[in-house]
Structures are given as C-alpha cells and as structure tokens.
C-alpha cells in the first residue's frame, strides 16, 4: 500500500486535507487525514484531481487519431495525452475517403494497448452530416445516412463504437438512430440544421447527447428555437461542450449551466494533432493549419476548426474565469464522462474502490505527474519523448 499526500485532493464532493492510499490491486483504498499505507510523496499545495477524461479529440502532440489507417499513430497520441493529465479516452474519426479503415485502425489499436491514456471506444464524427453545417469537413467526405452503411461501421468497430454523431433532419437518419442506439452506441446530434420539432423527434428515437454543443448547428432564433433550443430545454440530453472560450463563448457556457444540470455536461477537448506543438502554419494534406499562441486552430478562411488547448486548461477556465466550484468543474472533465460512457464503477473520479487514475497539478495549470492504478506513468519532463518529432515538417511558417 502506497499513500500519497495533498492538501487539495479533489473528491467527487469535496476538496481534502489529507492522504490517498493505493493498495496493490492499484485501487483507492482510503482518502484519510493519515495514510493507509507507506507514506511516498507530499504534494503539499498542488491538486489531486482524478484522472481527466476526453470523450471527443482526433489528435494530440503531432500524432493523428482521425486521418490515418496505422494503429501505432493512435496509440503514440494516447501515450502523450498521459503529459496532459488525461487517463482515458475516445478517439473520433472525421469523415474522409477512408473512414472505414480508420475505424478498423481504432479498433486495433484499442485491442493492443498496453499503455498511455484508456481507448474506452471510438467516437465516429460523421459522415452523416448536413454540408450546410460541414465545420472545416470537406462535404465531398460525407455520406447520405442508410441502415446498410451504419452497419459498415458499425461491425468495422467489433463492438467497440461507443458514440456516433449525425444530423437527425436527414433522409434515413431516424433509422440509424433506432438501429445503433439499439445496439448501444450512445447517437448524438452534430453538425446539423435540425429544427425543434425534428431535434425531439431524434431524442424520442434514442438520440443521447449534443455534439460540440451550439458549433456547427443551426442556432436560436425567437419564432423557431431549432436544435440549439432543443438541446437546452431537454434534460435527457448531454451536452458536449468545448470550454475553451474560443468554441464557445463565456457567456453562453453560462447559458448552458444554468439551463442544464451540471452533471449532463460533457467537456471534451477537439483536439488536433497540433495541440501541444509550437504555435505557427502548418500544412497538413495540402491545408494550411494556423495554430495561434491562444490554443485556437484555425483554416485559410479563417473556420475555427479543432482546440489546441487541453482539457485541463479547460477545467481552469470554468474555476477561473465561470467560478465553478472545484469538485464540479473536475467532474464535468471526468465523473459526467465515466457515467456517460458507463464507465462511473471503475474510472472517473477519487473514491474508495475504484482505479487509482490520479494527476498531480500546480497553480500554473500543468500537470505535473500522471498515475494509473497507483503507479506514475507520466512526468511534465517526458514531453520530449512523448511529442511526433516528424511532425515538425509539416510547420510552414
């Protein structure tokens, strides 16, 4: 038994003056005013928060989750998110001319894993998207829905596609929302121009959550609320947001948490494999991507498109500049993804029992150790190691 000391150990209810103990199982066996077990290290002032969780990111520190077809690219990304204090995933696809086998790929890659942040599943980002809410996709990429299609992925993934998002006002999208959502895959609404009436009729069917909330769908107007009141007024639906404050501005997070309960919210992260590189130009498949000093990835034309900030910057916006309290803030970047991806009895927070998935944070915001059931597996140092150094020939400028 190992035992680990903090003034700020965050609880799924309360911020602790005290120890957590890890016993050899690498479970949580107490979070006490002494330790359990062999006194290791005194954090003294810095946070234990439980490991993060990012349901939603296509790439991290150079590596590519989402256009390539070579399991090792997304098992590389999953060992550098473990730098960013991130302990579990779902890597997404995006819609590309070779979707099918990048589903294949995360699939393989999720099945030989042996380290680096948890691949709970893929998330399927497309291809059943409305072109008029494309994002930075390239609509040429996307499909009409159909059940035969759907079930192409679908079976590509051997069970593990846990998430899908499509636009629900689409020919044939109701189908495959019955059909997945039959099967367990959690179906949300994304990049969409829904109204109201066809946004509930998609929740009704099995829809479960709002994909990157209030980013690529129709927005709200006074005679016709569309998806973006639908998905505020209903309590079924969790809402993916970005809480970058680039994505989604202060104000309408705000919105959002006084519309919704905080436990329906999802934080998720976007992410680009230019997240954590140095910030300029670079050409990615024939497109130039700026990443900006501020996290904020942007195409030519100026479309915001994927965040190059992490997940735990994230959660001190929401401390910082929303005053969220702590333990709350923390759950929405790990508990509300745990319960959501049925994961809440084994990962997502610091409770007695569960996985000893930990990150050691300063006030600077950096994560300064990682540790998956009791053993540290991460240090800020290992940045070096764990960054694509052949990415660097794609920076133009």
């Known amino acids: 038994m190992k035992s680990y000391r903090s003034h700020r150990i965050v609880t799924e209810t309360e911020i602790v ?47 590519n989750a ?19 204090g991130v302990t579990a ?79 629900p006002e689409l020919s044939g999208s109701m189908e495959v929302i019955r059909e997945l959502g039959g099967r367990g895959v959690r179906m949300g609404i994304a990049h969409t121009g829904a109204d109201y009436s066809q946004t509930i009729a998609a929740i009704d069917a099995g829809c479960q959550m709002a994909t990157h909330s209030f980013n690529a769908m129709r927005g709200l107007h006074h005679r016709e609320v569309g998806v973006t009141g639908a998905i505020l007024l209903d309590p079924r639906i969790y809402n993916e947001i970005n809480c970058d404050l680039i994505h989604v501005c202060p104000q309408m997070i705000e919105i959002l948490l006084r519309m919704k309960s905080w436990d329906k919210i999802l934080m998720m992260t976007d992410n680009d494999s230019m997240t954590g590189m140095p910030a300029g130009d670079y050409q990615i498949d024939g497109v130039i991507e700026r990443l900006e000093s501020s996290g904020k990835i942007v195409l030519e034309d100026g479309t915001i498109y994927g965040s190059g900030r992490t997940l735990l910057q994230d959660v001190f916006n929401l401390i910082d500049e929303l005053h969220l309290p702590v333990p709350q803030a923390v759950a929405m970047a790990s508990l509300n993804a745990a319960v959501f991806l049925d994961q809440q009895d084994r990962i997502g927070s610091l409770r007695k029992g569960k996985q000893a998935d930990f990150i050691v944070v300063n006030d600077e915001h950096q994560c300064l150790a990682t540790y998956q059931k009791g053993i540290q597996v991460c240090r800020i140092e290992d940045r070096a190691r764990l960054a694509n150094p052949e990415f660097m020939k794609y920076k133009v400028a």
């Open 66 to 84: 989402s256009k390539t077809t070579d399991p090792n690219q997304i098992l590389r990304m999953a060992d550098a998110l473990l730098w960013a």
């Open 89 to 167: 995933c779902v890597p997404s696809c995006i819609s590309s001319g070779f979707m099918l086998e990048n589903v294949k790929a995360l699939h393989a890659a999720k099945a030989a894993q042996k380290q680096g942040a948890e691949i709970l599943g893929l998330y399927m980002e497309g291809p059943f998207y409305n072109p008029e809410y494309n994002g930075g996709t390239p609509i040429e990429t996307f499909e009409k829905p159909t059940l035969e299609r759907a079930m192409e992925y679908f079976e590509a993934a051997d069970g593990d596609l846990v998430s899908m998002g499509l636009a």
């Open 17 to 63: 003056d005290g120890w957590l103990s890890a016993d050899e199982q690498g479970k949580i066996a107490a979070i006490e005013a002494s330790p359990s077990g062999e006194p290791m290290l005194d954090y003294q002032d810095h946070w234990l928060f439980p490991g993060l969780i990012d349901p939603h990111l296509h790439g991290f520190m150079g590596w």
